[in-house]
Every structure is written in C-alpha cells, then in structure tokens.
C-alpha cells in the first residue's frame, strides 16, 4: 500500500555532501515512523535516522551532528541531509515506513559512495 522512491545519491569525496529524498505515495508519511538505514557489501543494514509521528529525530551514533533528516508532510517527503561525508558512510540508502502496527515498507535503495 506504501510505496518509497529514493533519489539523490552518488558519488562524491569525503568530506563533501549529498541530500536524499524519499517520496511516499499512499497513506500520509505522518501515519508512520519514517526513517533511513543502509547498507554496505557484507554488513547488516543499520538504521541512520528516523522521525516519529510527532516529528522527533533519531540519530545513529555514527552519523549524529553530521546528518540531518527532515520532513515535508505536505509533499509526503523525507530528506537526509549528509554532511562531512566519510569512506564508511559508503553503502545503499534505503527509505523505510513503519506503521503502528509494525509492518515496514521499502524503498529500492539508492547508492551513496564517498571515495578517500
């Protein structure tokens, strides 16, 4: 019933920037916690930072004080910022829905790759 479409990686080099953006069509994204998680070759997806349905922010460790997640309601839209990128940040993006009940909706990912 949720769909996400993730957009805005590439390539660039440590210590440069990219912002994503996730669109969500269907429900409104504020019936969900939205978030962003990644993924490099070989490592367990890990959550990077979400939003709450009253729009409070989490951050992994990793990326707390460099990332900034935001949300558009009225564009059913969340964006991660990315500051001060680093070589570990390198991996797909995935845009996520969790509603109250639980059930997670994905996105296709979207590769983000910082060279050293």
């Known amino acids: 019933q949720v769909q996400l479409v993730e957009s805005g990686g590439g390539l660039v080099q440590a210590g440069g920037s990219l912002r994503l953006s996730c669109v969500a069509s269907?429900?409104?994204?504020?019936?969900?916690?939205m978030g962003w998680y990644r993924q490099a070759p070989g490592k367990q997806r890990e959550l990077v930072a979400d939003?709450?349905?009253?729009?409070?922010?989490n951050y992994a460790d990793s990326v707390k004080d460099r990332f900034t997640l935001s949300r558009d309601n009225a564009k059913n839209t969340i964006y991660l910022q990315m500051n001060s990128l680093k070589a570990e940040d390198t991996g797909a993006y995935y845009c996520?829905?969790?509603?109250?009940?639980?059930?997670?909706?994905w996105g296709q990912g979207t590769q983000v790759t910082v060279s050293s």
């Open positions: 939003v709450n349905v009253f729009g409070t922010t």
């Open positions: 996520n829905a969790r509603s109250a009940l639980g059930l997670n909706y």
């Open positions: 269907g429900p409104s994204l504020k019936s969900y916690v």
